[in-house]
């Protein structure tokens, strides 16, 4: 899958925060912070990371307060520890020029889209989706790829990324690479939070959405004009939903072939992200290349090798 | 509640259609065909009521088909048979300006919202949210009031709609009712079918939907700039959702206060509205006026006695 050509050096530290959901078991933290350390990364966990107000991570002004002191703090990489719910309220507080100014790496998945896309349709700036600490790193197993993917996009050594795919369509294009969480993505349709990214590459994941909701958000998406603007739409995995008698056929599968009808541009199926153990870290609002050839779709996240 | 007034003739007919789920259990349209005869109306079932495709009652150009069929029968009253998911794929495809000159009168609950909000977008067109056959007139019972309710807006007889509630905010106004099922006013953000209705009067509810979607769901109208611009948010019900520990007193009514500490503007609670049995039949896009007092809330639907 990825370039092997380590000729980078990774950032030296991650500070990890909490702007989401609360952390349910500190020990997972502290497995995550262990984790990183292993990898070669200083690490440094904000005050708030366990704060607990309702089922967030603190009260908004605490998480808010949170941001902020990632900012100023010494470390490149401020990663968020989990997902949730909690960003969507706060975007309006948020100061994103100064988090675009800071130079800090921001990442994170599934409830941070919201962070990811906020920051760049206020900014351009661009952070990433991937790994949480407790999620990918806090936990009993360590996936090897997800760990490699995620060092070698800190340390901007990946250059391509392949994966298998049964039935992408074909495409050869250029584009700004945006999206994440679907739900997340649907969520800030029509609000100053949502990026305008015309020939976009587009990539969406979901977990525990059942297949007519995953559909009803992405027609969300088709009648704001979001999808026939984009260049390719990449979908990774959507997992943890439970199917119905009642759905008679009306399965993901069915999604994706409306999709194709209903929308005239291409769709790539395969792409290793989600709510899974096997995820890619990717740069949203970076400028990449996308490909297809038979079985297999390529991400080039760098035109040139250094 | 209800002014007992029944001065003026209720419509004649009702035709039955099936713009969303499919119907799963025929002898509920058949029941419910006698109830509302009962009521005094002739009732028309239309030839694809009971189709189905995957979990549709139908393949979209059934669905549509019965839609155009339903403007040009002779019955004044069209209402849709059940709700569940179709509604939103249709909407680029369904004649609107067709729908508002036909004079007739649309009624409809949960999937419907969307037919009742761009029928408003795109029109400004008044029609109805309310009872639906299969849920409403095809069960075990029929709710008295719900009957009522239905039967006196159709026959233009109800004049105020009056319901206790715990905590309304005091609100003296006027404006446009629109709403509906909460999930589906979300969906419509940032595309050509939710209508822009300033000092408006917008009620929600939803279903099996849990407290922090609510939320979520809430803060996308909120970003859009939609609720700030409103007179007042009038809640129906929110049912059938699934508290968890994880929640730690992030529930409903929490929302709710978030909610007024979030948006200035007037929250009136109770409207008996929603998936639930007791339910008004409500005019989608007509000026009314909302009042508050210890304890009650009226609705205000004809400001005149004729």
Do not use: C
């Not at 990371?49 to 401020?78: C, N």
């Not at 100014?101 to 206020?122: E, H, M, P, R, Y």
């Not at 439970?242 to 056929?249: I, Q």
């Amino acid at each position: 899958m990825p370039d092997e050509n380590p000729h980078h050096e990774q950032p030296s530290g991650i500070y990890l925060i909490s702007p989401s959901g609360a952390v349910r078991d500190p020990q997972t933290i502290e497995l995550a912070a262990q984790r990183l350390k292993a990898m070669g990364f200083k690490v440094a966990v904000d005050r708030t990371a366990l704060a607990v107000h309702e089922r967030f991570a603190g009260t908004d002004a605490q998480r808010l307060a949170a941001i902020s002191r990632a900012l100023k703090q010494k470390h490149p990489v401020v990663m968020a520890t989990r997902g949730g719910y909690g960003l969507s309220r706060l975007l309006s507080r948020i100061d994103w020029r100064a988090v675009a100014d800071s130079g800090k790496t921001f990442i994170g998945q599934s409830d941070f889209t919201v962070f990811n896309l906020a920051l760049l349709a206020q900014t351009g700036a661009v952070s990433l989706a991937g790994p949480t600490a407790v999620f990918d790193f806090g936990g009993k197993n360590v996936d090897d790829l997800t760990q490699a993917l995620f060092q070698e996009m800190l340390s901007h050594d990946l250059e391509i990324l392949s994966f298998e795919t049964e039935d992408a369509d074909p495409v050869d294009a250029r584009g700004v690479l945006w999206g994440g969480n679907l739900a997340m993505v649907a969520s800030l349709v029509g609000t100053p939070y949502l990026p305008r990214v015309p020939g976009g590459i587009l990539f969406l994941e979901d977990v525990g959405e059942h297949p007519y909701r995953i559909e009803r958000m992405l027609t969300q998406l088709w009648h704001a004009g979001v999808l026939a603007e984009q260049n390719a739409i990449v979908l990774g995995k959507f997992t943890e939903y439970r199917a119905t008698a009642h759905d008679n056929g009306h399965d993901l599968d069915a999604v994706v072939r409306w999709l194709r009808q209903t929308v005239k541009v291409p769709v790539v199926t395969g792409l290793p992200y989600g709510h899974v153990k096997v995820k890619a870290t990717l740069p949203v609002g970076a400028s990449i290349g996308i490909a297809t050839e038979a079985g297999l779709a390529h991400l080039v996240l760098q035109e040139h090798h250094h």
